[in-house]
């Protein structure tokens, strides 16, 4: 059972660009949302986060919009650009569940972006 | 300060072994988490050390077990290798038993023939 999903395996998007990854849970207990980043050969790089008590948390080039009723969050990237190509991985958390380290991750969205 | 070090970084073993893999912490964190990532499943959580204890275990079978050391320092054992066992085993660190930041190593890629 999948309680975290990324529907889309790749995107394709111009530099420039507005790159807009989506991210869809089921499990209710899940209250903080992650987004990593990985490149080939290398081990996923925490991007940004948010807890379920905000709708909206932005950090540079990256926003990340959480949906609650929807059990749907998105991560945004404005302008995308060439090293922003890489698997974009979601994952959440049940900080109150009392496994609160245990994080559960989607299957990637690999973003590649192009001239 | 140097990052999270997992050795080796590539291991072939033939089905029925059993393989040990190293994963050592940025200096000061004491939370280990290792994660098997797949082509179809993304990053599964196997299970997570703190201060010497297994804190939170996902759903593998016991073939999968881990420790780690006084120093913070872990390790991951699986026995009776199967076929299915070839992954990326990523292991991560963090400050706390919260986990919600995790700095991850760079994985060691098991392949069982």
């Known amino acids: 059972d999948q309680q975290v999903k990324q529907n889309s395996p790749s995107l394709s998007v111009q530099e420039g660009r507005i790159s807009i990854l989506n991210c869809d849970y089921t499990?209710?207990?899940?209250?903080?949302f992650l987004w990593y980043k990985k490149y080939p050969a290398e081990g996923p790089t925490f991007l940004i986060s948010i807890s379920s008590i905000k709708d909206k948390n932005e950090d540079g080039r990256f926003t990340v919009f959480l949906n609650k009723s929807a059990k749907h969050l998105s991560l945004h990237i404005v302008p995308s650009q060439p090293g922003d190509s890489a698997v974009y991985f979601c994952a959440a958390s049940a900080r109150n569940s009392g496994t609160a380290s245990k994080l559960t991750f989607g299957t990637g969205t690999r973003l590649q972006v192009t001239l | 300060k140097a990052g999270v070090t997992q050795t080796p970084r590539y291991l072939i073993k033939t089905r029925g072994q059993q393989v040990t893999l190293s994963c050592s912490p940025i200096?000061?964190?004491?939370?280990v988490s290792w994660y098997q990532q797949t082509p179809g499943q993304g990053l599964q959580f196997l299970f997570e050390?703190?201060?010497?204890?297994?804190?939170n275990k996902g759903n593998f079978p016991g073939r999968f077990s881990g420790r780690q050391f006084s120093n913070s320092r872990s390790e991951m054992n699986v026995s009776t290798l199967e076929l299915g066992d070839s992954a990326l085993y990523l292991c991560?660190?963090?400050?706390?038993?919260?986990?919600?930041?995790?700095?991850f190593g760079q994985g060691t890629r098991l392949t069982v023939v």
């Open positions: 050390y703190f201060s010497e204890t297994q804190r």
């Open positions: 200096s000061g964190h004491r939370s």
């Open positions: 499990n209710s207990m899940f209250d903080y």
């Open positions: 991560a660190s963090s400050l706390r038993i919260m986990n919600t930041e995790a700095f």
